[in-house]
Structures are given as structure tokens and as C-alpha cells.
């Protein structure tokens, strides 16, 4: 087999396991296929959207191919996200959700929810399942991650993970019940625990970043990947409906809730992309 074409798929079987193991419990979950038929079009087409970015973000770092043009990479990220869509739509097939009797619009929007945490899933296997570490294809080091690639990596680990929460109840009622101060105690320990897995805990040898900006040491960071996660929970259960109709203050305790889940996905992503090859880390 020629060496090119055994390299690519190489590629694509780890994209589609990569994807599968993050996606799969998605696409076993009732109120996905649900929201997938009442969400209007251009949420989804929205939802696509954000999800195209995170993936384009993910594979400026490692991603199918090491060196590309940055035309090659978009290539790259929109074939990422067609990956996640064939691949929502088979492994529903499978399970029985779309068949003859289904409607378009019933199947393609099921297919769109689904195919999210399937693209980045696959974004996370080619820059971390690859056997090369994050590195390049020289076998050097891909580089240091600034700030942005950290912040847009945690953006996806949070959408992944409060995407699995989002469309159930659960968010609603426990948000709605809360009270003020506790909701504020949610906070700090969110927080704090979001600082402590990634600066403290030594997952993967990460280190704090060295430099002069706010995002480059731990406070700074922690707190502006929590208002991500916040930004990107209050964005979710928008799509989701959630917001409609209700007050300003169970719109808060919702996002509140559901962060807690995102905070802690947004650190993940960090963790995996960034661990070890921080700016300022030289390896020694």
C-alpha cells in the first residue's frame, strides 16, 4: 500500500475513534435527539459554526497534516467537521434514530447536534492520540501554546462537556432551587478547583506559564477560562430554550450550575493540549 495513502488512513481511523469515544454518549442520549428536531435551523447552523472555530483552533496546534498552508488547515478543520457528520449519521442509522420513515429535517438536525463533540473529538485524537506527543512532523516539538490556543482548547473541552448536561432538566431545576449565596459558593469552588487541576495537581508535568500577560499566570488564567465557560453555558442553554421566558435570576443560577461541568471540561482540554509544552517551558 502506498505509504501516503496508508498515512491518511491512519488519520482518519484515529479521527473517527477519537471521535467516537467523546461522541458516543451523546449519541445514546434521548434529549439530543429531541433538541435536534425543535432546535431552529440557523441555531444549529450556529452551533456548526462555533464548533468549526474550536476545531480550526485544535488543529492549528497538531492536527491531520504538520505543515500546512493556513488554506490547507480550513481544508483540514471543514473535513474534520464533514467527518462528524458522516459519522453522526451512520452511527444513527445503526442505532435505528433515522430511517426511511424519518423526515429531512428530523434527520438533519438530529445529525448536526450530534456530529459536534464527534468533530472535536477528533480534533482532540489528532493532537493527542497521534504517538508523537503534540510534536511535529519532525519529531520536534510543536511549540510553545500561547494564551489563545489555551483559552480556545478550553473553549471546546467546555462545550464537550456541558453539552452532554445542557439538554436535560437537571441544570434548570437545580439552578432555579439555589440560593444566592449559594450559587456564590458554586463560584469559589469552581474556581478553585479549575486552579488546582491545572496549576497544581501536576497532570502531565503542566507547568504555569511564564510571561507578562494576565493570562500567563494561574489567576488570570483560571479566571478567564471560567468566563468562557460561563459564556459558552449561557450560549447552550439559549440554543437549548432554556432562557426563554425566564427570570434574570434563574437564568444566572442556571449558568452557575451548568459551569461547574464546563469549568472542569475547559480545564481538561488545557491540560491534554497544553501539558508540557507551555510558553517559557524549555523541556529541561
Not at 477528533?122 to 500561547?146: D, F, M
Amino acid at each position: 500500500m502506498d505509504r501516503d495513502l496508508a498515512e491518511s488512513l491512519r488519520d482518519y481511523t484515529r479521527a473517527i475513534g477519537g471521535g467516537l469515544v467523546i461522541g458516543l454518549p451523546l449519541l445514546y442520549t434521548m434529549e439530543v435527539w429531541f433538541e435536534g428536531f425543535i432546535l431552529p435551523w440557523w441555531k444549529l447552523l450556529l452551533l456548526l459554526a462555533i464548533t468549526l472555530v474550536i476545531v480550526l483552533g485544535y488543529n492549528s496546534i497538531a492536527g491531520f497534516r504538520r505543515e500546512r498552508t493556513y488554506w490547507e488547515l480550513a481544508i483540514d478543520s471543514v473535513t474534520t467537521v464533514g467527518l462528524g457528520i458522516v459519522v453522526a449519521f451512520v452511527v444513527l442509522v445503526v442505532l435505528g434514530r433515522i430511517d426511511a420513515s424519518t423526515s429531512l429535517r428530523d434527520a438533519a438536525g438530529k445529525v448536526a447536534l450530534e456530529s459536534i463533540p464527534i468533530a472535536i473529538g477528533a480534533s482532540v485524537a489528532a493532537t493527542q492520540l497521534s504517538g508523537n506527543g503534540g510534536k511535529g512532523g519532525n519529531g520536534q516539538s510543536s511549540g510553545a501554546i500561547g494564551p489563545f490556543h489555551r483559552l480556545l482548547v478550553g473553549a471546546g473541552g467546555a462545550l464537550l462537556f456541558a453539552l452532554n448536561v445542557a439538554p436535560t432538566e437537571e441544570p434548570v431545576m437545580l439552578g432555579i432551587e439555589a440560593e444566592p449565596w449559594l450559587l456564590l459558593l458554586v463560584m469559589g469552588g469552581t474556581l478553585l478547583l479549575t486552579m488546582a487541576l491545572v496549576f497544581y495537581a501536576d497532570f502531565g508535568g503542566r507547568r504555569s506559564a511564564r510571561g507578562d500577560s494576565l493570562l500567563d499566570h494561574p489567576i488570570g488564567e483560571t479566571i478567564t477560562g471560567y468566563a468562557v465557560s460561563l459564556a459558552i453555558c449561557l450560549f447552550l442553554l439559549w440554543s437549548f430554550g432554556r432562557t426563554d421566558g425566564t427570570s434574570v435570576q434563574a437564568i444566572a443560577g442556571m449558568t452557575v450550575v451548568l459551569a461547574v461541568i464546563a469549568a472542569v471540561g475547559a480545564a481538561i482540554g488545557r491540560l491534554l493540549i497544553s501539558g508540557g509544552h507551555e510558553a517559557g517551558d524549555t523541556g529541561s
